[in-house]
T-cell receptor
Framework: GQQLNQSPQSMFIQEGEDVSMNCTSS?????WLWYKQEPGEGPVLLIA?????ELTSNGRLTAQFGITRKDSFLNISASIPSDVGIYFC???????????FGEGTQLTVNP | NAGVMQNPRHLVRRRGQEARLRCSPV?????VYWYRQLPEEGLKFMVY????????ESGMPKERFSAEFPKEGPSILRIQQVVRGDSAAYFC?????????????FGPGTRLTVL
């Protein structure tokens, strides 16, 4: 089955710093998604990417769909305390099919 | 608009009991997915259902687990004769269809604890 390697596993940063995390896959995905999960809640969709090479922003978040279709990264600029949470990448092979999730990046932002 | 609703939010069962987890998708969504999350891990796909049909159950354990999405009412994930290893958070997601931009939106999850 597909495997997603997400790194880093955790990050401890100061407020105002930029953050970068990435995912690599053993197989090709047609869609890459980035979710954020806070304690006791379900994942919330942040950004969806549908084309190789696509670069999409959502406020201070920017994500890219790698041209090989086997990787994606997420950048968060000028981090703030409410950015704290676990960020997951997820890939999907075809429309409507299951999502394969990475293991998550735990982000801690120190004020 | 209400999002995906799951209940109960927390469920405690003793070994050997049955657990029934319910999921009401976003109104108008006809596709439901169930995922399981162990502590400090990512979500793992279990089953994908449309109304009255199981489309993909390749992530579901062969025994004790079953899922349904009836014509009327919520989707149900049923775990029979629970064991301690079933303790996890179970998330339901729904989407409106199969188009490329029909993404999955997640509920708040049910946290199952097996004593």
């Amino acid at each position: 089955g597909q495997q997603l390697n997400q790194s880093p596993q955790s990050m401890f940063i100061q407020e105002g710093e930029d953050v970068s995390m990435n995912c690599t896959s053993s197989s090709i995905f047609n869609t890459w998604l980035w979710y954020k999960q806070e304690p006791g809640e379900g994942p919330v969709l942040l950004i969806a990417l549908y084309k190789a090479g696509e670069l999409t922003s959502n406020g201070r978040l920017t994500a890219q769909f790698g041209i090989t279709r086997k990787d994606s990264f997420l950048n968060i600029s000028a981090s703030i305390p409410s950015d704290v949470g676990i960020y997951f990448c997820a890939g999907r092979e075809t429309s409507g099919s299951r999502l394969t999730f990475g293991e998550g990046t735990q982000l801690t932002v120190n004020p | 608009n209400a999002g995906v609703m799951q209940n109960p939010r927390h469920l405690v069962r003793r070994r050997g009991q049955e657990a029934r987890l319910r999921c009401s998708p976003v109104k108008g969504h006809s596709h439901v997915y169930w995922y399981r999350q162990l502590p400090e891990e990512g979500l793992k796909f279990m089953v994908y259902l449309q109304k009255e049909n199981i489309i993909d159950e390749s992530g579901m354990p062969k025994e004790r687990f079953s899922a349904e999405f009836p014509k009327e009412g919520p989707s149900i994930l049923r775990i029979q004769q629970v064991v301690r290893g079933d303790s996890a958070a179970y998330f339901c997601a729904s989407s409106p269809g199969l188009l490329s931009y029909n993404e999955q939106f997640f509920g708040p999850g049910t946290r199952l604890t097996v004593l």
